[in-house]
C-alpha cells in the first residue's frame, strides 16, 4: 500500500528537485530523481512540469545534446518563493501528521 501524492505535494517535489540545480535539470533527469522517492510516470510529471511553467515558477530553455534538443527547467524567482512556501507548510504538516501516527501528544 502507498499513500497519494495530490497535485499540490507533487509540485513541491518537483520544484524541490529542480532547485537542486543551480543552471536547471531537464526533464528524464526530473523524473528519474523524483522516482527516488515516490513510483511515477513520466507521463504524470511533464503535465506538472507545464504547469509549472504557466504559473511562472519555472523557466524553459533548451540546449543541444548529441543533435538533438534537450529541454531544461530552471526554477524561477517566484518558483523559490513557493518552495519555500511549501517546505514551511510540509514542515508543519508532517510534524502534525508523524504525532498522530505515533501516538504523541502535539505541544
Known amino acids: 500500500m502507498g499513500f497519494g501524492i495530490g497535485a499540490i505535494l507533487l509540485d513541491a517535489i518537483v520544484l524541490a528537485v529542480v532547485s537542486k540545480e543551480e543552471e ?23 503535465p506538472v512540469l507545464r ?5 511562472e515558477y519555472l523557466v524553459v530553455y533548451d540546449v543541444e545534446c548529441g543533435g538533438r534538443n534537450r529541454r531544461y527547467y530552471k526554477l524561477t524567482k517566484a518558483g523559490a518563493v513557493k518552495l519555500k512556501e511549501y517546505q514551511i507548510e510540509w514542515k508543519d504538516y508532517s510534524s502534525k501528521i508523524s504525532n498522530l501516527l505515533s501516538g504523541e501528544e502535539q505541544v
Open 51 to 55: 504547469r509549472l511553467q504557466k504559473n
Open 24 to 46: 536547471g535539470t531537464y526533464g528524464y533527469k526530473v523524473t528519474q530523481d523524483v522516482r527516488r522517492a515516490i513510483d511515477i510516470s513520466e507521463s504524470t510529471l511533464y
